[in-house]
């Protein structure tokens, strides 16, 4: 079936450490990931995504990596500052559909 | 560039009413997306629509319906309101024919009582 889960549902780190969220899906006809940002009282905002041909993508302090052997996504976010603390959500296209499948999301919170 | 956008950011129900929820595409977008997000939960995906048409839809009851507009704005209509449909409407637009990248509006709370 189609799922996309979380490995931990909250995060603590310090300010200025690194974080990595992670994810894992079950759908291997999964071509595009997307992770989001969810601020309180606001809706996802896009972050970094990633193809399936890929297994790495840089942006500004995010990193997605994708692992297809086992079906595993991560999100690294570089010098956490006050203003990374939100929700994070992983997504997943599976090819052919028009919808994006969420997970549950994991809840970053920066410590100062 | 305008972002999406939705209106009322909320709004209050009692069971068995009608809503209808509005949502503008980003310029340039011609594909909406509806979602439904209750609380602590991922999004789930109501039903998309592209050219003024349903392009595909999860799993929710026909009393879930919608329009895209020539302007590729849509609204979102839930009929015969329940208590669980409380949540985060989400409305989000992609560029043409696509359900890749989407980006999403503020959301509209809707409380049914």
């Known amino acids: 079936g189609e799922s996309v889960g979380l490995h931990l549902p909250t995060l603590s780190v310090q300010e200025g450490d690194n974080s990595i969220i992670n994810c894992a899906y079950s759908n291997s006809a999964s071509d595009y990931f997307i992770w989001y940002k969810q601020e309180s009282g606001k809706g996802p905002q896009f972050i970094i995504d990633?193809?399936?041909?890929?297994d790495k993508r840089q942006g500004q302090r995010v990193t997605v990596l994708l692992n297809k052997t086992v079906k595993h996504l991560s999100l690294q976010i570089a010098a956490t500052q006050p203003g990374d603390s939100a929700v994070y959500f992983c997504a997943e296209n599976i090819r052919g559909a028009q919808k994006l499948v969420f997970g549950q999301g994991t809840r970053l919170t920066i410590n100062p | 560039e305008t972002g999406v956008t939705q209106s009322p950011t909320h709004l209050i129900k009692t069971r068995g009413q009608q809503v209808t929820l509005r949502c503008s595409s980003q310029?340039?977008?011609?594909?909406v997306s509806w979602y439904q997000q209750a609380l602590g939960q991922g999004p789930q995906f109501i039903f998309q629509?592209?050219?003024?048409?349903?392009?595909g839809r999860g799993n929710f009851p026909p009393r879930f319906s919608g329009l895209q507009f020539p302007n590729y704005s849509s609204e979102l209509n839930v009929n015969a309101l329940e208590l669980d449909d409380s949540a985060l409407y989400l409305c989000?637009?992609?560029?043409?024919?696509?359900?890749?990248?989407?980006?999403f509006g503020p959301g509209t709370r809707l409380l049914v009582l």
């Open positions: 629509y592209y050219r003024e048409e349903e392009n």
């Open positions: 990633i193809r399936s041909n890929m």
């Open positions: 310029s340039g977008h011609n594909t």
């Open positions: 989000a637009s992609s560029s043409p024919g696509g359900s890749e990248t989407q980006y």
